[in-house]
T-cell receptor, first 115, second 111 residues
């Protein structure tokens, strides 16, 4: 069966420090991968998605970046965090071969607090 | 991409049936409709999915009219544990790509 892992679960970082959140998927190949952010009391904002290795689409201008060095690995990064980067970050994957109906499978989430 | 519109919040009492409607006026022929439930500090989880007419599973029903411009999630007899945010999502079958959530509906179930 497929599983998705995301870490770290909780992170407290000072303004201006770097960030790296990692997500890996097991049990599937060539998934679409997604990074969402959820600010306190708000909805899910799509940050990045990837349809293949090295292919990253950015949805919102920001100081964050994403990379997909391997088929089932998705990394969210920042060189210098802002206060506004605080939030709950969710990684998700989607089947892309036969049977894809758009269902997303989410990781456990990473809560980032920037002080 | 079909944009979705839902009520921001709804209140209900235990044991009642709750219906949450989502509008997606520009849904495309190949779009599927999926509903998710999200509890605080957790990722959304799949509830139900459909293309047209009615779909029922062990937790909910999904009603989709013939024109598919809206859909209604029906929770038969809610309990306190159904308090959550519910999202509808419209996505194209077998094409991958971006998936954008609407603002969701915050359901509060009271005793």
């Amino acid at each position: 069966s497929q599983t998705i892992h995301q870490w770290p679960a909780t992170l407290v970082q000072p303004v201006g420090s770097p960030l790296s959140l990692e997500c890996t998927v097991e049990g599937t190949s060539n998934p679409n991968l997604y990074w969402y952010r959820q600010a306190a009391g708000r909805g899910l904002q799509l940050l990045f998605y990837s349809v293949g290795i090295g292919q990253i689409s950015s949805e919102v201008p920001q100081n964050l970046s994403a990379s997909r060095p391997q088929d089932r690995q998705f990394i969210l990064s920042s060189k210098k965090l802002l206060l506004s980067d605080s939030g709950f970050y969710l990684c998700a994957w989607r089947i892309t071969s036969g049977g894809d109906t758009g269902e997303l499978f989410f990781g456990e989430g990473s809560r980032l607090t920037v002080l | 991409l079909a944009k979705t519109t839902q009520p921001i919040s709804m209140d209900s009492y235990e044991g009642q049936e709750v219906n949450i409607t989502c509008s997606h006026n520009n849904i495309a022929t190949n779009d599927y409709i999926t509903w998710y439930q999200q509890f605080p500090s957790q990722g959304p989880r799949f509830i139900i999915q459909g293309y047209k007419t009615k779909v029922t599973n062990e937790v909910a029903s999904l009603f989709i009219p013939a024109d598919r411009k809206s859909s209604t999630l029906s929770l038969p007899r809610v309990s306190l544990s159904d308090t959550a945010v519910y999202y509808c999502l419209v996505a194209v079958y077998n094409q991958g790509g971006k998936l954008i959530f609407g603002q969701g509906t915050e359901l509060s179930v009271k005793p």
